[in-house]
């Protein structure tokens, strides 16, 4: 046990170094004020009360949220039919089919990002399969739909591979159980392999919204700086504005925001542990 806590140590150190102490700082920062030449900062909780207090801010954080439930909905409802098929499949095919899903993750999200500016334009290749369908009605880039289009291509792997991983070890001698009881094969579904699957639906839930919900290269490329979200909003102050307090209360403010999400989510998690299905009737 000792000789596991010395191993352990450097890991502690840097966790404190590159985490906790960068955290640290942004809540001194979002707690504080410029002072005067005597005292350089100042005790305030006026960032926060600048944030709630202002309708465009709260504005702002609800479109953020929207945009994350809106990103997370699409990713759940496209991942889990294709992680229940990949499921399902042999060992050598899940892993064809894995390694298909997650080949695009080796690149640089920036890059991948970026490509859509290309297929999104005017002239380019979407909408010119649009043209050729009828469907193409307006501008496709600049909008919210290519910015939920950007997300929900980047983060619909997370929810894919989190579900699919969860369906993997399911004891597949259930199913024939309920079989045998009389199920059919959607109340099997709704009752047995549903309830077994949720640990990976509540992950993938996790891993699709949190992020979403801070994103800011996304909308800022994808949007063109007409969608603007809570993420470039804390950008804008550190960079462009100079306020590095008031962005630092903000960034609290979603620290706590996502937090309290994680340990809802978690709570849930932990009432669906096991996974038990009801009686077929």
Known sequence: MKRFSKLAIPYIAWAALMLLLPMLLIAVYSFTD???????????????VKFF????????LWRSILIALKTT???LLLGYPIAYFIARCEEKTQNLLILCITFPMWINM???????????????????VLSLLGLADGELLYTEGAVLLGMVYNFLPFMILQIQTSLSKMDYALLDASA??????RQTFRLVTLP????????????????????????KMLGGGQYFLI???IENQFITVGEW??????????????MCLMMLVRRIEARNEGGKGERPQ
């Open 34 to 48: 410029q002072g005067n030449s005597i005292i350089p900062f100042t005790f305030t909780l006026d960032n926060y």
């Open 180 to 185: 045998d009881l009389g199920a059919s094969p």
């Open 73 to 75: 909905v699409l990713c």
């Open 245 to 258: 307090n008031f962005g630092s209360a903000i960034a609290i403010i979603m620290a706590v925001i996502m």
């Open 231 to 233: 993420g470039n909003m």
């Open 53 to 60: 207090t202002d309708p465009d801010f709260l504005l702002i």
């Open 110 to 128: 920036l890059v991948r990002t970026y490509a859509w500016i290309g297929l999104l334009s005017e002239g380019g290749l979407v909408q010119r």
């Open 196 to 219: 077994l699957s949720m640990p990976g639906v509540v992950n993938g839930i996790t891993l699709v919204f949190l992020p979403a919900v801070s994103s800011f290269f996304i909308p």
